[in-house]
Each structure stands twice: as structure tokens, then as C-alpha cells.
């Protein structure tokens, strides 16, 4: 908690380009697999999804151009793909906005979850989840799920090394299982005191975050 006043950025500069690798076929298990091994090479995956809707993979290598065609075949040889489709800077640039933006869920009924864990442990969590749909980012350590409204996916889940975040829901369910995952009991006292320290009238993320004690 605090108040900025001066904020300085670093920033690094923006890539000359970009290709995407995508790969068919692979189910939740095998392609979370796929996606960390790409992740553990040398070849400087900066990002990492699958969907399971269509059984695509998806490995974006940034860059200079003639580093980037490189790198793309050299994960090709790999992963054993030496067919695998490539996509070209815009169409690359244009698949990643819409993963950033959850444009699977757009105008779909039902809350949207954000459920952050271990890459190993996201196609066993998913499957937990009974979701109506799902999809895979960051190599399987970032997870959205759409579910049926009023869904406590918590108490679906369970205990696991990770938090599950409401991003999308009606006003009750948001109410009623709040937007972030509960603290334990000790970290949730320490926030509540320095909430009440800090901001006593609640000023702050008003019914976003929890209200202080």
C-alpha cells in the first residue's frame, strides 16, 4: 500500500519483429509439456498459449528478423516440427492481442476466473475445474475459465499452490466470493491492520478490494 508521487520507467525497445509457431494435435498434458520445453531452450520464447478448443499451440520468438527466422528453426528442430505453421509478424502480433484480451470469451455467458499455478499443475486444475471452456498462457502457469454464473470455482479447486482471481461476474457473485483469493488468516489480520492504518474510510478500490477492518 502507498501513494506514488514520482515514478520513473525503465523501457526496453520495441522488437523489429515477430513470428508465432503454431502446433496442432497436442491435448492439455502433452501441449503444457510442449510449451515448457520451448520455454527451457535457448531461444528466447517470449510467449507461450495453448487452446484447447481448437488443439493449438502457439510460440512467439521476438526480434531482429534474421535472429528470429533463425531461432523459429532451430525450436522447429526441437520440438520435431519441421512442418509446423509459422505466422508472420502481423497475423503473429494480431493472435497474441487477442490472447491478451480473452477474445475466446467475448460475448460468451458465464464468469470469467484467472487462475494463476504451477505450469505442471494446469491441465490437472483445469480438469477440476469442469469449466464450460478454458485456455492455457504463460506455458500453463496462467489459466482463464469461463464457468456457469454463480460458480464458486474455489471450493471446486481446492487447496493448490496458486489463486484463482474473479475477473468477469454479475455484482452478487462478485459479492459473494470476492474478486481476489482469500489470504490466511495471518496475512489477511496484517492487511486488514494496514488498511486501517492507511485508508480507515475504505477511499481506495472501493469494492475491489477488501474493506479495511
Known sequence: LGVLTEVSFKTLPKPETEATLLIDGADDAAAVALLCRAMGSPFEVTGAAHDPASGQSALRIEGFEASVAYRIGRLRDLLGRAE??????????????????????????GDVWRLSCKPTDGPT?????GAEAHFYDWSGGLIWLLVAPGTDLRDRLGVFDGHATLIRAGDATRAKFGTFHPEAPGVAALTAGLRRRFDPSGHFNPHLMAAAA
Open 84 to 109: 509446423a505453421e509459422v505466422l508472420s509478424a502481423e497475423a503473429s502480433a494480431k493472435h497474441w492481442a487477442q490472447v491478451r484480451d480473452v477474445k475466446a470469451f467475448a460475448g460468451l455467458e
Open 125 to 129: 486444475l483445469a480438469a477440476k475445474a
